[in-house]
């Protein structure tokens, strides 16, 4: 099973993907920003970082790098995409998903464990959670406010599309100010799936808060087979 | 050579952190007079002769395609002319 990780000029966390791929299980295949070919791989990840600096918008030009003009199709054609916080900024530019990045309301970086919600554990890479599973993985990212129109919101929630939310304590508030505590979305058909915290940072002991994020990359895996 | 110049502005209802962060330490300077900031984009796209028709249509479709984000942002205008911060003509 190949799985495919796009480096970017200012990815951070491709290597780490790669990684997560291999432990759980999958072949990981390097793939670069400026080939237009995606290496027939089976599915691909979308990593963290600054690609190209983030000038203009997170996400905005490195959704036009020549690896996006093979990407964008495939994924419409069902190829399975994650998109990892810098990479979830890029499926929204690519309007691959609905609504936008921006910056967090309390315009601070964060860097802390956060726990999740999986709200729909029937994607392409959720499907080895149960629905509801409440996870712990890494949040850390500076433009992590998920914003979208009233109409586009009540589409994503009428039809089970957001995927993974932020967990709020009574009384407080979700860490960058998304809208409805939104942490991570997919698209109708579940094989395309954006979030902003990261799970290839929590699958193995002694690293991260949990192991949690392993059951991305497995989900994958099994999902590839069963297709 | 000449100049296009494209404003972007974020879309009103999108809350805007770095305008928020001006207003709030205007202030301190004694500026208590205005109630909010906005803060938007400028670009100056500079191309060599004249600026034609076909140099507006060809700036309009950049600003719509990248320069700015439907979701998020309006391209407020964009119009031949020199721009004081950009190169000059």
Known sequence: ?227 | MGNVVVDVMLKSEILDPQGQAVAFALPRLGFNQFTDVRQGKRFVLTVEGEVSDEVLAAAREAAETMLSNPVIENVVSVRAGLDETGPQA
């Not at chain 1, 500076?142 to 957001?162: F, H, I, K, M, P």
């Not at chain 1, 942490?183 to 915290?197: D, F, H, K, Q, S």
């Open chain 1, 1 to 227: 099973m190949r799985i495919g990780v796009v480096t970017f000029p200012g990815s951070l966390d491709d290597h780490d993907a790669r990684r997560a791929v291999r432990i759980a299980g999958g072949e990981p295949v390097s793939l670069w920003h400026g080939d237009d070919s995606l290496r027939d791989v089976d599915a691909v990840v979308l990593p963290g970082g600054f690609s190209y600096g983030d000038y203009l918008r997170a996400g905005a030009i490195a959704r036009f790098a020549p690896v996006m003009s093979a990407l964008i199709p495939a994924a419409k054609g069902g190829l399975p995409v994650l998109g990892i916080c810098n990479g979830f900024q890029i499926l929204c530019e690519s309007h691959l998903l609905p609504g936008a990045m921006i910056q967090n309301d309390h315009r601070t970086f964060i860097c802390r464990d956060q726990r999740l919600t999986v709200e729909n554990a029937t994607t392409a890479w959720t499907s080895d959670f149960g629905q509801g599973d409440e996870i712990t993985i890494v949040l850390k990212n500076q433009d992590g406010q998920y914003v979208a129109d009233q109409n586009t919101l009540d589409e994503l929630e009428s039809e089970g599309r957001v995927a993974f939310r932020y967990v709020v304590e009574d009384g407080g508030r979700n860490p960058n100010g998304s809208y409805r505590d939104i942490a991570g979305i997919t698209n109708e058909r579940g094989n395309v799936v954006g979030l902003m915290p990261h799970p290839e940072h929590a699958i193995e002991e002694g690293y991260g808060p949990s192991l949690d994020g392993l059951k991305f990359f497995t989900s994958v895996l099994t999902s590839v087979v069963s297709a």
